[in-house]
């Protein structure tokens, strides 16, 4: 999901995909900020799907630059507002 993605918009770099058994907000930040440990990289895609089937699924998509990535807790209560809504 992630390499098709980056292909379909001309991103370059790396890409992960993470199974985990729920959602987890401080794993998610954990990741974004290690990527961010080059001095090449401006921004990250990050994104979280739950599905339960065809038809159900919950997604969200969240593009985060170096400066909020570095701030923090900050990153941590972005992306659980986020979820938050999703609920």
Same mark, same amino acid.
């Given at each position: 999901m992630t390499g098709e993605?980056?292909? &379909?918009? &001309?991103?370059r770099g790396e890409t992960s995909f993470y199974v985990l058994d729920g959602y987890d907000a401080? +794993?998610?930040a954990?990741?974004?900020r290690c990527a961010f440990q080059d001095s090449v990289t401006? $921004?990250?895609l990050a #994104?979280?799907? @739950? +599905? +339960?089937g065809n038809e159900d699924? &919950? $997604?969200f998509f969240i593009l985060v @630059? &170096? #400066?909020a990535a570095a701030a923090p807790g900050m990153l941590e209560n972005e992306?659980?507002?986020i979820m938050d809504k999703l609920k």
């Open positions: 993605i980056a292909i &379909r918009n &001309r991103y401080q +794993s998610m954990f990741h974004i401006d $921004s990250v #994104g979280w799907v @739950d +599905s +339960s699924f &919950r $997604s @630059d &170096r #400066g992306i659980m507002k």
